[in-house]
């Protein structure tokens, strides 16, 4: 059989089972079966490829899920989800009613904890790890977390804490770092092989504990010992800055060696207090084309023949909103030396590499530190730069504080670039941009953008960076309807509106007229309804600046208005409107159509919208459930 030693493992008490000499063997199935099970649904590669000696090693040692695993963002758990009794629900991942691309809680007993934002896993073991400690459980937690998510401030603050004892107590936690970005150096040798388990060992511990103790009484000594150990520590290993936090460094080891791993969890599994591991490893470990290009290899957007890789584009292409942003941000820095792009390490995901190659004095790539980034730019703003901070709307929550504290109440002309705004497919609803309209509209000094397509967000993007005020435009994930891009930049009218469709129905002549007023790429399936219905349909474009002329116009002209956008419905954009029409004394029905109060699960784009009612049958359909096709409403007089 093709998997015939990892079909028999279902859970890691399985695995526990198995002799230590099996454990490459079940790698190397492990390691087939996720690219095989990834190549036909999508999804993470290159990251899961380089944690599977990792993930086995983790298992077999601790007593899960007694002992607690927590994987920093999570995109690297597929080995985890496939030893841990998921293994037959692979072909359904990150499809709507399937498994997870992330841990998730309701998943799983082995997920202990839900993640898909960076640097969270410190934190979180280190509560649990207290919380057995006043409990009286004798339980382990581990925290893996990887080089990229350690930029980010979250992750020291947590070793700032885990290190120091409360009321005489320090947490029996492990930190695993996941060292992807460097080789495997010669420090990662027989010799370092051979100091990792020394270090890890009881009798190190037990030894470095005793003359602590003894030494104590002769602080010139202790020093001097102190200072011996620092050193010849760091001569090895690059952790002095670990053992300042508190933790007992051991590493860096090589993160595909089960006999190096197993041997050293063990040691470590059995000492007191706060541990630190460092692995080194490879993405795309095992499958060539990944090891070559881990970048590319990082996710799989559908299917592909392994033995092939990643299939080459044919023909022309819709350009994504991302890559209409990336080619805006270098023909703007063009004609503005002022502007600099920023982000917070997602250069790739945001379009920015061309804009990193031909003005690399003027990108910065701030790491996973969204707070740091938002702030960084309020500085450069100070100086005169025009900064453009690009960044997934779920991210940019991360830095609300510093949006609000730093760049709004200073009124500073920072503009954000909020990609993957809306409901974002496999990667669910940590990913999903719902919030944004919400979260920023309710800013003092903050407009906010929602172009309908792709031109639209390039003029959008270049009316935006005109203002000397902190602005926001927002814009989905993947492309558009594929509408020609005008090479021209032209500011849009601020704050204005547009109608693109206007109803034939007659007011007052019996069937009900009816505005749609569109916030974002939703006009397009707003159109396609407003065709049945024959309404009346505008772009709106400004969320913040809200177009009040044009609002107020279309509640004197029709019966009813249906606003229409991919962001949640409390306090979104329909919410704008409601408080624009009451500012006018204006009084007639208004539906809102957005994304429901609730977290909306993971699946194809297409589903997720239809399943929130937000394509064109089902905006047709909600309006046809409220309003009717013949209405017999007679509809109020304004206020005075």
Not at 344 to 355: D, I, L, Q, T
Not at 370 to 383: D, N
Not at 385 to 409: C, E, N, W
Not at 468 to 493: C, F, K
Request: aromatic letters at 8%; one cysteine or more.
């Amino acid at each position: 059989m093709k998997y015939s030693l990892l079909n028999t493992i279902n859970s890691p008490a399985d695995l526990r089972r198995l002799p230590r000499h099996e454990l490459q063997r079940l790698a190397d199935e492990l390691r087939a079966f996720v690219l095989e099970s990834v190549s036909k649904t999508g999804g993470h590669l290159s990251s899961n490829l380089g944690t599977v000696e990792l993930t086995i090693a983790l298992h077999y040692v601790f007593n899960t899920p007694e002992d607690r695993l927590v994987w920093d963002v999570g995109h690297q758990t597929y080995p985890h989800k496939v030893l841990t009794g998921r293994r037959d629900r692979m072909g359904t991942l990150r499809q709507l009613g399937g498994i997870g691309g992330f841990p998730r809680r309701d998943e799983s007993e082995y997920d202990t904890f839900g993640t898909a934002h960076s640097s969270t896993s410190i934190s979180a073991a280190h509560g649990m790890a207290m919380a057995a400690k006043i409990k009286g459980e004798d339980r382990k937690a581990v925290a893996i977390i990887g080089d990229g998510a350690m930029t980010a401030g979250m992750a020291f603050e947590a070793l700032n804490n885990a290190g120091v004892a409360n009321a005489g107590m320090l947490g029996d936690m492990l930190v695993v770092l996941n060292d992807n970005d460097m080789s495997i150096s010669p420090p990662v040798g027989a010799l370092n092989k051979y100091l990792a388990r020394l270090m890890s060992g009881k009798f190190y511990a037990t030894a470095r504990e005793g003359a602590k103790q003894v030494l104590k009484n002769a602080p010139p000594l202790f020093e001097l010992a102190r200072r011996f150990e620092e050193h010849a520590k760091g001569m090895v290993v690059p952790g002095t800055i670990f053992e300042e936090f508190g933790f007992n460094y051991v590493g860096p080891i090589d993160g595909h060696d089960l006999d190096s791993l197993i041997p050293t969890l063990e040691n470590l599994r059995d000492l007191k207090g706060p541990q630190f591991l460092h692995v080194v490893t490879k993405k795309g470990f095992g499958y060539k084309l990944a090891e070559a290009d881990p970048v590319k290899y990082h996710a799989a957007s559908g299917k592909f023949n392994p033995a092939e890789g990643f299939a080459k584009a044919t023909g022309p292409a819709k350009p994504a909103f991302m890559h209409v942003f990336g080619q805006w941000l270098c023909d703007m820095a063009e004609k503005d030396k002022r502007l600099v792009g920023i982000t917070p390490a997602m250069r790739e995901g945001s379009g920015m590499v061309e804009f990193h190659k031909r003005f690399p004095t003027r990108y910065h790539d701030v790491g996973i530190a969204e707070q740091h980034a938002v702030t960084f730019a309020a500085g450069m703003a100070c100086e005169g730069m025009k900064p453009v901070v690009a960044i997934y709307s779920t991210f940019l929550q991360r830095g609300y504080d510093q949006l609000i504290h730093d760049v709004a109440i200073q009124n500073l002309p920072v503009l954000f670039a909020l990609d993957r705004s809306g409901l974002v497919g496999g990667d669910g609803a940590t990913h999903a941009g719902a919030y944004d309209l919400a979260y920023l509209r309710c800013i003092p000094n903050m407009s906010v953008l929602a172009p309908a397509d792709e031109n639209e967000c390039r003029q959008s993007l270049y009316t935006a960076f005109l203002q000397d005020s902190p602005t926001a435009v927002r814009y989905p994930r993947g492309t558009g309807v594929g509408v020609e891009i005008q090479t021209e930049m032209t500011a849009l009218p601020w704050g204005k509106g547009e109608i693109r469709r206007e109803s034939g129905i007659a007011q007052g002549r019996g069937a009900q007229r009816i505005a749609i007023l569109a916030f974002g790429t939703l006009l397009y399936p707003a159109l396609k309804a407003a065709e049945q219905l024959d309404a009346t349909v505008a772009n709106m474009r400004f969320v913040k600046p809200l177009d009040d002329e044009l609002v107020a116009e279309l509640a004197r002209t029709h019966d009813a208005l249906v606003t229409v956008e991919e962001g949640c419905v409390m306090g979104g954009a329909g919410s704008a409107v409601l408080e624009s029409l009451q500012k006018s004394g204006l009084n007639l029905p208004v539906l809102q159509l957005g994304l429901p109060d609730e977290f909306v699960e993971h699946g194809d784009p297409a589903k997720q919208l239809a399943g929130c009612g937000l394509d064109a049958a089902g905006i047709e359909q909600s309006i046809l459930q409220r309003f009717g096709s013949r209405p017999t409403l007679v509809r109020p007089a304004a206020s005075s």
